[in-house]
């Protein structure tokens, strides 16, 4: 069973910074893509941020330059580095990768954290 955690939801005042984490853990061989996504109420889930395993990223147009993902292949763990945020960032941010398990490929989304960003 593959699971992902993520942390370090709250609420910020805009122009502030919050830093998410999503750890996984369980059986798989490796991890290759690994993404946030988020949800705001009454909107379709986005793709927030992409990282591959060897590094290379991708943004939503809406985040490029305030937030940065990140990896740590030894840990198991993927990041998000959200400064400047402003009102729209509110959402539920979701964890999900691609795992190579004994099966063959499968994804995974985490159970979600809230972000919100109000005066």
């Known amino acids: 069973q593959v699971q992902l955690v993520e942390s370090g939801g709250g609420l910020v005042q805009p122009g502030g910074s919050l830093r998410l984490s999503c750890a996984a853990s369980?059986?798989?061989?490796?991890?290759?893509?690994m993404h946030w996504y988020r949800q705001a109420p009454g909107k379709q889930r986005e793709l927030v941020a992409h990282i591959t395993s060897g590094g290379s990223t991708n943004y939503a147009d809406s985040v490029k330059g305030r937030f940065t993902i990140s990896r740590d292949n030894t840990k198991n763990t993927v990041s998000l580095q959200m400064n400047s945020l402003k009102p729209e960032d509110t959402a539920v941010y979701y964890c999900?990768?691609?795992?190579?398990?004994?099966?063959?490929?499968?994804?995974?989304w985490g159970q979600g954290t809230q972000v919100t960003v109000s005066s």
């Open positions: 369980g059986r798989f061989f490796s991890i290759s893509y």
């Open positions: 999900n990768a691609q795992f190579l398990v004994g099966s063959g490929g499968c994804a995974y």
